[in-house]
């Protein structure tokens, strides 16, 4: 059988052999990708307000993470574009950094409230400035929070757009953070280090 969409790995394939499931995989390659994003998934997307995102550097070590906004924040530019804004937060920038080595990158949009239902987007990712991307495409409207700006864009050239289905896709409601005093907790920039040993002070 041919796969006018994408052609598996050669580990994918080998674990099919071995597993058995050469036909089921075949058939999921011919039906479900695609390498371009269907109306169906474009609308999709215009809808998410937030997508997990994979990179890797040049020696393949990989970081994943999670990115979050008004619906449709990541932007479709065509049916084998998209593009989603890169703010300062805490400095680091680890995906685009990654990027800059290694284009290679993996989205998963999910929708967890109405149709229980994921998105895998993979491609290529190239990093352009705000103005750069605004003045071929004006319409990307600015950020609704107050003096929040993208210090960057991926800007993300489509290989492979396919289904993530919904069997053990957990139903969520959105829902207001509580009001009123949160339980006491570290500072986030706390939360997950050590504490900071005290010192052996002599007795004296």
């Known amino acids: 059988m041919t796969h006018p969409h994408t052609a598996p790995s050669r580990g994918e394939r080998l674990l099919q052999m071995h597993l058995g ?10 039906r479900q ?6 109306t169906a998934m474009r609308d999709f997307i215009s809808r998410q307000s937030m997508v ?14 999670f990115r979050a906004g008004p619906p449709g924040f990541v932007a479709v530019l065509d049916d084998r574009t998209l593009a989603y804004p890169e703010y300062r ?8 950094g990654n990027i800059t080595e290694n284009p ?5 949009f999910m929708d967890f409230t109405h149709e229980h239902i ?27 929070a107050p ?18 289905c919904s069997k053990h ?14 339980r006491a907790r570290p500072k986030d920039t706390d939360y997950f280090t050590e504490p900071t040993p005290t010192p052996n002070v002599p007795a004296g």
Not at 21 to 30: H, I, M
Not at 33 to 38: A, E, G, K, Q, R
Not at 52 to 65: K, M
């Open 52 to 65: 997990f995102l994979s990179t890797a550097d040049s020696g393949g070590h990989c970081d994943a993470t």
């Open 89 to 96: 937060g805490n400095g680091v920038l680890a995906s685009a």
């Open 33 to 38: 990708v695609h390498p371009y994003l269907t």
């Open 169 to 182: 896709i957990p139903h969520l409601e959105p829902a207001p953070r509580p009001s009123g005093t949160p």
């Open 147 to 164: 003096g929040r700006h993208p210090v960057l864009w991926t800007l993300i050239t489509l290989h492979e757009a396919y289904v993530h």
């Open 104 to 108: 290679h990158i993996g989205l998963l």
């Open 21 to 30: 499931t050469v036909e089921r995989a075949d058939a999921f390659y011919g």
């Open 118 to 144: 994921g998105l895998h987007v993979n491609g290529s990712a190239q990093l352009v400035g705000d103005q750069e991307l605004r003045t071929t495409h004006p319409w990307i409207p600015a950020d609704p």
